[in-house]
């Protein structure tokens, strides 16, 4: 199970490095959210992550998509920023 860490506002976003997953969400502002990350697969290729649009609508959407992705690629948190 991914893990969701909702940050305070102003709190930055943790730096995790090149060599570890990761994946976070931020407000923008126009009230939307996006969401960015990296991971790698089982091959050891590596992927990114950057939502969609339609993702992007609301909080609950971009955090539904992005563990969804968490999940597939093995991202143990989620930082989630809620304010710009």
């Known amino acids: 199970?991914?893990?969701?860490?909702?940050?305070?506002?102003g709190e930055q976003l943790p730096d995790v490095g090149d060599d570890q997953p990761w994946l976070t969400i931020e407000?923008?502002?126009d009230g939307q959210f996006f969401g960015t990350g990296a991971s790698w697969k089982a091959s050891g290729e590596w992927v990114g992550y950057c939502s969609l649009v339609?993702?992007?609508v609301s909080l609950e959407t971009a955090l539904a998509a992005a563990q969804d992705w968490a999940t597939?690629?093995?991202v143990p948190t989620i930082w989630v920023q809620v304010t710009p």
């Open 1 to 9: 199970m991914t893990k969701v860490i909702y940050l305070s506002p």
């Open 72 to 74: 597939k690629y093995g």
């Open 54 to 56: 339609e993702d992007d």
């Open 27 to 29: 407000a923008s502002n």
